[in-house]
């Protein structure tokens, strides 16, 4: 990885668009063409930022012939503003995707709704019972909607109902696997996991205590994983239903990731990038294969985003310093520092080419990368 500067500007400053918004971004999320991304702020309130970018950073690249420098041109005309749909959502859940260009969210009356890459808002269900936990699946034809220990999986964009799932537990936390066709839903200690394509068979249930603010799957190696505010965070194998709980950490462990490329699981939480193999996780107690990535700091890591097809991790710490690091090595790349706040929510688009960030004091930017960077 390497970065370039030029006319005095930082890296980020070539690199990203930015704007300010009136408070915290909790959560970033680009739609499944990579067309849009919404930024969710900590009152509900959204904005919204088309992908298209007129003077991206990778029609501003130029190598020099003589030198084989890589150079990045500065932007010459102002950034197109943000959209802000007149939407307040139900601060305590998350937007999901909802088909290929829009999201789905659940307003602060309890209705379901659907946001448009372009901004629009159209009502998809009427105001009910409370909804506790809402996903989709990555492609966006999929949403399951839990009120309580009742779960609704639809198809998108109809919204016709596939299923009706009762649980023995309420939700709070689910996340669907890659393909689509399982779905784990957590609530008040019990993981349960539910095969899609056969939702009349009863689901499996695991005891994991909490509580669970995050679900990922590895399809690839059999496991999942369930990050835990009470510092700790759960692995869970699939196939043998056995729980490890790894804890000790110096802080809530708000997010980890599977690294499909790098063959690792990694967390936030602590103040570097906690991992191991993905071939050799925590297991009955013994401690896996660590994989030591980054440098070693004195600011806690609040949250990461595993890049889609690199062994890249995006770091963000609680000082406002976001980094790239490449999984098992101390090669890292320091991408932008921001005073007084933190780090709030990071993404990558599905492509790996735009990083998509969020501040605890309302900033939100995105990063596009040219190929150059990530040799």
């Not at 999320?29 to 309130?45: I, K, P, Y």
């Not at 699981?265 to 896996?288: E, K, Q």
Request: proline letters at 5%; aromatic letters at 4%; a negative charge.
């Amino acid at each position: 990885m390497g970065e370039q500067n030029t006319s005095g500007l930082k890296l980020f400053d070539l690199l990203a668009r930015e704007w300010t918004l009136q408070e915290a971004v909790v959560q970033v999320a680009f739609n499944e063409e990579d067309t849009a991304v919404l930024f969710r702020l900590a009152s509900g309130a959204v904005a919204l930022a088309a992908q298209k970018d007129s003077e991206s950073p990778k029609v501003r690249t130029r190598m020099e012939l003589d030198t084989g420098r890589t150079t990045i041109k500065p932007r010459e005309n102002p950034i197109a503003p943000l959209i802000s749909p007149q939407l307040v959502l139900d601060p305590d859940l998350p937007v999901a995707r909802f088909g290929t260009q829009g999201f789905a969210g659940v307003d602060a009356q309890g209705a379901i709704v659907q946001i448009t890459a372009g901004g629009q808002i159209i009502e998809r269900g009427k105001p009910g019972d409370s909804i506790t936990s809402i996903c989709s699946s990555c492609s966006g034809h999929l949403l399951s909607i839990a009120r309580d220990a009742q779960l609704t999986l639809h198809s998108l964009p109809d919204m016709e109902v596939l299923a009706e799932i009762a649980l023995d537990h309420p939700v709070t936390c689910q996340s669907m696997s890659a393909d689509g066709t399982k779905l784990a839903a957590w609530g008040k200690g019990t993981l349960s996991l539910i095969n899609l394509q056969g939702t009349s068979a009863d689901a499996c249930h695991i005891q994991c205590a909490g509580p669970v603010t995050d679900i990922v799957w590895n399809e690839a190696s059999g496991h999942l994983a369930c990050a835990s505010s009470d510092r700790s965070f759960h692995i869970i194998d699939l196939a043998s239903q056995h729980v490890q709980r790894v804890e000790g950490y110096p802080a809530p462990v708000r997010c980890l990731a599977f690294s499909e490329k790098g063959n690792a699981l990694v967390t936030a939480g602590a103040y570097r990038l906690a991992g191991w193999s993905s071939v050799d996780l925590p297991h009955d107690d013994l401690p896996g294969t660590p994989l030591s990535t980054g440098k070693p700091g004195l600011v806690v890591i609040d949250t990461i985003a595993a890049h889609p097809t690199l062994d890249l991790i995006a770091t963000g710490y609680a000082n406002g310093l976001a980094a790239i690091s490449r999984v098992g090595t101390p090669e890292e790349m320091m991408l932008h520092h921001e005073m007084g706040t933190s780090i709030s929510a990071l993404g990558w688009s599905k492509t790996g080419e735009h990083l998509a960030l969020g501040f605890a004091s309302g900033k939100a930017a995105i990063a596009t990368f040219p190929a150059q960077l990530f040799k």
